[in-house]
């Protein structure tokens, strides 16, 4: 009994600190993959707007994911406007990147270094005005 409750432990330790790491985002094919426990890939195809915020969504309620502390991972819901919400950030990150998607849906990514934002912004702003060509 005592290596069952050892190993749900270390299971929890493990993914304790899995989800605390920041997402691992790649661009590549046409895709933004953010890569990791509750990852999800978007057609960059498919983002038609985007800009820095200095915080997440009000009032959201997880519906797939990860939300312990100042990280979130994973699907949200924003209650008063039920829009859905991909969010891969900590509640303490500034800025942060919202990309609103042709679905209707949001995502929203934020590091904790505010230039590695930026740079991932800058990114996402170009190939979203090439698309939009």
Request: proline share 3%; charged share 20%; net charge positive.
């Amino acid at each position: 009994m005592l290596w069952v409750a050892l190993i749900i432990v270390i299971i929890f330790l493990f993914i304790s600190i899995f989800v605390e790491l920041e997402p691992v985002i790649r661009i590549k094919n046409d895709k933004l993959t953010i890569v990791g426990l509750y990852g999800k890939s978007f057609d960059l195809i498919t983002f038609t707007d985007i800009r820095l915020v200095n915080s997440l969504p009000v009032d959201i309620s997880k519906t797939w994911g990860h939300n312990s502390g100042s990280v979130l991972r994973g699907s949200f819901m924003q209650n008063q406007s039920y829009k859905h919400c991909w969010i891969y950030a900590n509640s303490t990150s500034d800025p942060l990147i919202k990309v609103s998607i042709s679905s209707g849906d949001n995502l929203v990514i934020g590091y904790r270094a505010p230039s590695k934002t930026r740079e991932m912004y800058n990114k996402l702003k170009v190939i979203i005005r090439e698309n939009s060509k």
